[in-house]
T-cell receptor, first 110, second 114 residues
Framework: GQQLNQSPQSMFIQEGEDVSMNCTSS?????WLWYKQEPGEGPVLLIA?????ELTSNGRLTAQFGITRKDSFLNISASIPSDVGIYFC??????????FGAGTILRVKS | NAGVTQTPKFRVLKTGQSMTLLCAQD?????MYWYRQDPGMGLRLIHY???????AKGEVPDGYNVSRLKKQNFLLGLESAAPSQTSVYFC?????????????FGPGTRLTVL
């Protein structure tokens, strides 16, 4: 099946630093999505991208849909303690099914 | 408006036992899904349903059965639990045609099979 390679697997950063993570695939997608999961909760959608090259922001979060449609990245600027969690990328090609990356665990030192 | 709820939150089973996980949504969504989450593997789709009375297999359906007798409920059954089914299970729902951008997840059920 389709696979998404998400990196890094985990990050332990200082409060105030910027964060960057990405997802790559051998397959193309029509939509890229980024989710955040906090402990004991289900994933919550952060940003959705619908067009190759699209750059979208949501507060301190910025995500881009790669030109080749096979990759996407998420940046978090000026990290704060409440940014901790697991960040998942997901790709959508057809129907209503998503393919998820393995997640990036983010820890923030205050 | 509770969104997506899951019952129970935690469960411990012995190998061979059976159980049913219940998912309920109050958003009138047509589509519902069951995922499992394992360390380092992200979320994998077990089964899904595109409407009341219909179900379909996802990526990892073996060992699980589902039923969608009512639009708001989606049940996941394990007939004979195995240690490999130890995981966190998430239910989700979405309206059709939204490419996942309107997918809402429940809080999860943590299942341990001994």
């Amino acid at each position: 099946g389709q696979q998404l390679n998400q990196s890094p697997q985990s990050m332990f950063i200082q409060e105030g630093e910027d964060v960057s993570m990405n997802c790559t695939s051998s397959s193309i997608f029509n939509t890229w999505l980024w989710y955040k999961q906090e402990p004991g909760e289900g994933p919550v959608l952060l940003i959705a991208l619908y067009k190759a090259g699209e750059l979208t922001s949501n507060g301190r979060l910025t995500a881009q849909f790669g030109i080749t449609r096979k990759d996407s990245f998420l940046n978090i600027s000026a990290s704060i303690p409440s940014d901790v969690g697991i960040y998942f990328c997901a790709g959508h090609l057809y129907g209503n099914k998503l393919v998820f990356g393995a997640g990036t665990i983010l820890r923030v030192k205050s | 408006n509770a969104g997506v709820t899951q019952t129970p939150k935690f469960r411990v089973l012995k190998t061979g036992q059976s159980m049913t996980l219940l998912c309920a949504q109050d958003m009138n969504h047509e589509y519902m899904y069951w995922y499992r989450q394992d360390p380092g593997m992200g979320l994998r789709l077990i089964h899904y349903s595109v409407g009341e009375g219909t179900t379909a297999k996802g990526e990892v359906p073996d060992g699980y059965n589902v039923s969608r007798l009512k639009k708001q409920n989606f049940l996941l059954g394990l007939e004979s639990a195995a240690p490999s089914q130890t995981s966190v299970y998430f239910c989700a729902s979405s309206p059709p045609g939204t490419s996942g951008r309107a997918m809402f997840f429940g809080p999860g059920t943590r299942l341990t099979v001994l």
